[in-house]
């Protein structure tokens, strides 16, 4: 049976990864099936989307490009890591991938050509995100890299976790990370010397985590949602 590893929405639809290599695309109103894609070759572990394109990030080591307005042609199977892909993130500038290669990459969106590899991790870069001036990666190395967007360069780092950080998230003063140790830690953008946190243990493996003005969630393997 397969298993779902992702989630990811527009106006229009409701993408699914799994493990068994195929992104569902559904109807997001109907919630029918009107898409499956089966170009990947190992389990689809993270998409993202934007207006026009629709991004996959694989265990096949690639990063899959679909253009929407095409019937979700695959435009571009782009391959620069040496490892899994664990995370994709889009923004209107870039793309972002984060791999268990210890590296993420930054893409260009309009030729989706690698600008850079960013190399501040000494272990799987499990999660990235970025907000109008910078990018943050969250790594098994239990730390949180905090690189300026417009240089592309390394300007913190938050470090001292007990265990690894598997998401990264922000919202208009905060960034969050998710520790496999089932703890959130918090720490303001205008102060990235210091962190809190946030949440104590869940009753099981954390999976994705969502932040809005209010609130953070957290969906659990155990099916809890927090």
Known sequence: ??????????????????????????????????????????????????????????????????????????????QKHRDYLLSVYCDDQYIYTSS??????????HDFRPLTVLKYHSSDVNSIFSDSNKIYTASSDGTVAIINKTTLTIIGRISG????ALQITSDNSRVYALLKGKVIITFRKDNMKSYEKILGPVDSTPGKMFVSPSYVYIGTASGMLY
């Open 100 to 109: 268990k290669d210890n590296t993420a990459i930054v893409w260009g969106k």
């Open 1 to 78: 049976q397969q298993r779902l590893l992702c989630v990811e929405m527009d106006n229009n639809y409701i993408y699914t990864g799994s493990d068994d290599t195929t992104i569902a695309v559904y109807n997001r109103t109907s919630l029918e099936l009107i898409r499956l894609l089966p170009q990947h070759g190992m389990p689809v572990f993270d998409l993202a989307t934007d207006s026009k394109y629709l991004y996959s990030a694989s265990w096949d080591n690639t990063l899959g490009v679909w253009d929407k307005s095409r019937e979700f042609l695959l435009l571009a199977r782009l």
């Open 161 to 164: 976790f007990d265990d690894a």
